[in-house]
């Protein structure tokens, strides 16, 4: 595909066409398809300039359809889990759509991730595409227009725009789900070798249903402290009760300055093969820690077998639970203001 082109991605069983996107700026080129405002294919060069594509995907609609596992996709209304898919605000209790046993997981059983967004706007470095959720939907009060652009800047930088305005107040927090392995996503291997580094000195443990307790847990002494880079696999196998209640890592981490109205350093992922370096910065307060623990032989691009953990998602977000805890961080937004999240995954090399 030319970038700044559109093509057919293929039609859901339910009939719904889905579009793909080309997009391409410096070293880097990606592709975006309208199902879930996903990102399908992001190629970066490796250390001896071999260009691979570094994110977990699909060839084709169906399997996003049949298997969904977030892959690449724009998660909301709300980002990982509501306790017991409900919530109050402003003296009223909402009752939302439940897709995680007794909780709300990424913004209910019909998403974002599961809809097809509307194309605004196609440049060759960039795509912005919107969804309009009505009032109610999925349980969530007002309706609420939201936007996600994609955008390369020239600098082998993917920056990732998440806007949306309400008409009644109502609660918002979006995030992309790429699954990242920086030794390729066909190579067949997990990822942890790759090292990595989160900038946070506190994580929010869970309880057996992966919902925050509240508290606000130190890393130090823990195999939660990344604050120092190191391999992802050094301690994920310790006795350690957050991690066998997660199969791994799935957390959110308690960012330093994070909340900022200008993105800040947030992590770096480093895989030693390949020497790619993917360094993340946001504007959002947390950040979750996915290690693929559920990815069990997915066949995905290339009919290649994802292995368990072959993939890593780091997902800034609003704090999971958010709008029942109030020592969190707000996720509220009102009429007339604009709710706004950028993230920028940039990519080098060693």
Same mark, same amino acid.
């Given at each position: 595909?030319?970038?700044?082109? #559109? =093509?057919?991605?293929?039609?859901?069983?339910?009939?719904?066409?889905?579009?793909? #996107? =080309?997009?391409?700026?410096?070293?880097?080129s990606a592709r975006v398809i309208t199902l879930g405002a996903s990102v399908q294919s992001l190629l970066a060069p490796d250390a001896r300039g071999a260009v691979d594509d570094v994110v977990l995907g699909h060839d084709d609609v169906a399997p996003y359809v049949e298997a969904p596992l977030y892959l690449g996709a724009t998660i909301g209304r709300f980002a990982?889990?509501?306790?017991?898919?409900?919530?109050a605000l402003d003296g009223c209790t909402y009752e939302l759509v439940k897709s995680d046993g007794p909780n709300t997981l990424h913004g209910g059983a019909v998403g974002f991730d599961k809809v097809v967004w509307r194309i605004e706007s196609v440049e060759p470095d960039r795509v912005t595409l919107s969804y309009a959720s009505p009032d109610g939907d999925q349980g969530f009060p007002g309706a609420l227009d939201a936007r996600a652009t994609y955008a390369l800047d020239?600098?082998?930088?993917?920056v990732a725009t998440f806007e949306a305005r309400t008409d009644r107040p109502t609660v918002v927090s979006m995030t992309n789900h790429c699954y990242f392995n920086l030794e390729g996503a066909q190579c067949g291997k997990d990822i942890l070798t790759h090292r990595l580094m989160i900038d946070a000195d506190a994580y929010t443990p869970v309880d057996g249903a992966l919902v925050p307790t509240g508290e606000l847990r130190p890393v130090a002494g823990t195999p939660f402290d990344f604050r120092e880079a190191r391999a992802i696999g050094e301690e994920i196998e310790a006795r350690d009760a957050q991690l066998r209640i997660a199969r791994g890592y799935d957390h959110?981490?308690?960012?330093?300055?994070g909340g900022a109205t200008a993105p800040k350093f947030a992590a770096r992922l480093e895989a030693p093969k390949s020497g790619r370096v993917l360094d993340l910065l946001t504007t959002a307060p947390g950040l979750q820690l996915y290690s693929g623990n559920f990815l069990d032989r997915l066949i995905g691009k290339g009919r290649v077998a994802y292995p368990f953990r072959g993939g890593l998602c780091l997902e800034p977000q609003a704090f999971p639970d958010a709008p029942n805890r109030a020592n969190f961080p707000s996720a509220r937004l009102d009429p007339g203001q604009t709710y706004r999240h950028v993230s920028i995954y940039r990519f080098w090399v060693r």
């Open positions: 595909m030319k970038p700044g082109s #559109i =093509e057919s991605f293929g039609v859901t069983p339910d009939g719904r066409a889905v579009a793909a #996107i =080309e997009i391409a700026a410096g070293d880097l990982n889990r509501i306790a017991n898919g409900r919530f020239g600098q082998n930088q993917l959110n981490f308690v960012l330093r300055g």
